[in-house]
């Protein structure tokens, strides 16, 4: 199985921003999987924030980040990024990244079954 290791979570003021990254190991191929990331409030049920084709060629926003938030693919590093710029209170969550293979990775949405494995997660908070 892929291993998926997220850093770079902590706490900010709003407006500020925060990049996060995500190592691949163990099996992973950024030609092979899709990588997603998703996120959880206190109380909240985890959703999608946004996801990069396999290969990072296509990305998928979700419209609450839609020009706040930015992917980025190091295949060199297996390492994915999730930019986040303009932070707002509202963007205070878990966040977690995730891999997936398969047609999922071309759905026209972002649900939680698309993805086969998942990270532990970094603590975002914004204030």
């Known amino acids: 199985d892929v291993q998926l290791v997220e850093s770079g979570g902590g706490s900010v003021q709003v407006g500020g921003s925060l990049n996060l990254s995500c190592v691949a190991t163990?099996?992973?191929?950024?030609?092979?999987?899709?990588m997603g990331w998703f996120r959880q409030a206190p109380g909240a049920e985890r959703e999608g924030v946004a996801r990069?084709?396999?290969?990072?060629?296509?990305?998928y926003y979700v419209d609450s980040v839609k020009g706040r938030f930015s992917l980025f693919l190091d295949t060199a590093k297996n390492t994915f990024y999730l930019q986040m710029n303009s932070l707002k209170p509202e963007d205070t969550a878990m966040y977690y990244c995730?891999?997936?293979?398969?047609?999922?990775?071309?759905?026209?949405?972002?649900?939680?079954?698309?993805?086969?494995?998942w990270g532990r997660g970094t603590q975002v908070t914004v204030s």
């Open positions: 995730a891999a997936g293979f398969g047609s999922n990775c071309y759905a026209d949405n972002l649900r939680e079954s698309h993805f086969n494995n």
């Open positions: 163990s099996g992973y191929s950024y030609s092979t999987y899709c």
């Open positions: 990069t084709n396999p290969g990072g060629g296509r990305t």
